[in-house]
Structures are given as C-alpha cells and as structure tokens.
C-alpha cells in the first residue's frame, strides 16, 4: 500500500514539473501573457505542495528500520526520482526568473521573441492543476510582485533539497534502475527519427491543446498525462 501511494505521489509530482516545464517555455515569447504568467504561478506552487507531501512521505518510510530490504530499496529508487524531479522543478524556476526579469509585461523593455510556436496554454495548466477551466485573478502587476515571491519559493525549494540529503542518505549511483533508459517510450510506441515524434507520443492520450508551430508539426506535451 506505501509502495503504490507513493508512486501515485510522484507521479502527480512529475505532470505537474512537467507542465511547468511546458509553460516556461513560453515565456518571452508570442504566446506571454499576464494569464501565462498566471499560470506559472499557480503550477509551481501546485509543485511545491506535492513535492513537500512527497518528501514527507517518503523520508518516513525511508527512516523505517523494520521495512524489508526489498521496500527499501523501492523507496530509495522513489526517492532518486523525487530528488531528480526536484532538480529539474529547481531549473525551470531560475529559468522563468530570469526570463521573467528580461521580458516584464508592465514596462516592457524587450519585444517579444518570435520562437515559431504560438497558441494557448491554457489547457496545460488545467491539467496541472486538475481542474476543468483556469479561473484568472487578472492581478495587472503579477508579473512584478510574482517575482519578487519566486526568488523566496526558489531559495524555499533549494533550501527543501538541501535537507533532504541531510535527513535521508541514498546514494544515487547505488539505487538500479528497473528497466533501461527509454523503455516507457518503446512500449507505447515506435517512434521515428524526428524529435517531435517524442513530443507527441501521447497526443491521443492526454488531449493536451497544441501550442501550434509556424513552421512545423504541433508541439505537444508529452508528459503532461
């Protein structure tokens, strides 16, 4: 039953990351909006609470002493990808904090980058956040008092990971991988050559909306499930 709640746990944990991910690519580009800005907010917030939900459950599991070898080393696998999930929730956070500095949507000092893909982001967030339809606050200054509480939650979240490696001694070059690199993309699908194969390998699946680009297929994201 721990097993099986914990990975429920961390998969929440990774379509949401997942879905940040996906809104940060956005900014600065066509598709910014003070609604994308929004969205980031509420997304990566969304990731802190689970992964503070997820560290919680796993580091009492882990500091068991009469769990079975077997569990443990499950645990400790959870706990490599929580960690590493973690890392990348961490990057894409110092990602839109500075892309947030260069391109403010009050005063805007920079135009806008023509990246080659626009379109709504809307429906990745909803999936982030598990609702139907975003509801907007239309705060008009979010994007400057928002970056003001990211370098706080970015400092919280590196902080978080720091006391995690304090608290649980897992050493991730110990921790075997239980089926090799790449395998969950070779099960669902034969993939071809191009990149953007892998983008959309779930495009029936997740019904994520297109962010359309001008100048190719449809991006979509993959892990956003």
């Known amino acids: 039953m721990g097993k099986d709640e914990c990975k429920t746990m961390l998969d929440a944990l990774n379509k949401v990351t997942a879905c940040y991910r996906h809104l940060v690519i956005a900014l600065g580009s066509t598709s910014d909006s003070q609604n994308l800005r929004e969205e980031l907010k509420k997304t990566r917030k969304k ?52 892309i947030g500095q260069d391109f403010p949507l009050k005063v805007p000092t920079r135009h806008l980058i023509q990246t080659g893909m626009t379109g709504s982001t809307t429906t990745v967030a909803a999936r982030a956040m598990s609702v139907q339809n975003m509801k907007y606050e239309a705060d008009s200054n979010i994007d400057t008092t928002d970056l003001r509480e990211l370098r706080s939650e970015i400092s919280q979240v590196s902080q978080m990971m720091e006391e995690m490696e304090m608290k649980v001694q897992v050493a991730p070059w110990a921790v075997e991988a239980k089926q090799e690199a790449g395998a969950e993309l070779k099960s669902n699908m034969s993939v071809g050559n191009s990149s953007v194969g892998v983008i959309s390998i ?24």
Request: overall charge negative; charged content about 35%; hydrophobic content about 35%.
């Open 202 to 225: 779930c495009e029936e699946d997740c019904g994520t909306e297109p962010i359309t680009s001008l100048s190719g297929p449809d991006f979509y994201c993959a892990e956003c499930t």
């Open 47 to 98: 990731a802190q609470e689970l992964a503070v939900a997820n560290r919680t459950k796993l580091t009492s599991l882990l500091k068991d002493k009469s769990i079975s070898k077997d569990d443990r080393a499950e645990y400790e696998r959870l706990w490599v990808l929580f960690s590493s999930s973690m890392e990348l929730l961490e990057v894409d956070m110092k990602r839109s904090l500075e």
